[in-house]
């Protein structure tokens, strides 16, 4: 099981960092993505961490401003997110399964999902 958490209201410009913890089973080998879903909106990818955390990739949208990161030992990844604006505005979900780089961005190719956790900015 996928848990996320440490989402909030935020105002625009402030920071938030959600963590995506397994339980019952490990990250181990997993590629841990972030999506994101407004409402009206189809799900979006935010970021992705290869298992050995050795690269990230990052939408357009986010990139400069959200960092994802992991700690195996802890079995949880991170997503930082900085210099938060309105659009940011989501439900922002974790997601794991063993994808190929080039498969990355699309949530389909991830088996397991955490419940989501709402991020409100203010402007």
């Known amino acids: 099981q996928l848990q996320a958490s440490g989402g909030g209201l935020v105002q625009a410009g402030g920071s938030l960092r959600l963590s995506c913890a397994a339980s019952g089973r490990t990250f181990s080998r997993s590629t841990v993505g972030w999506f994101r879903q407004a409402p009206g909106k189809e799900r979006e990818f935010v970021g992705a961490?290869?298992?050995?955390?050795?690269?990230?990739h990052y939408g357009d949208s986010v990139k400069g401003r959200f960092t994802i990161s992991r700690d195996n030992a802890k079995n949880t990844v991170y997503l930082q997110m900085n210099s938060l604006k309105p659009e940011d505005t989501a439900v922002y979900f974790c997601?794991?399964?063993?994808?190929?780089?080039?498969?990355?961005?699309?949530?389909?190719?991830?088996?397991?999902w955490g419940q989501g956790t709402q991020v409100t900015v203010s402007s």
């Open positions: 997601a794991s399964g063993r994808v190929i780089t080039s498969s990355i961005r699309i949530a389909n190719n991830y088996d397991y």
């Open positions: 961490i290869h298992w050995t955390g050795a690269s990230t």
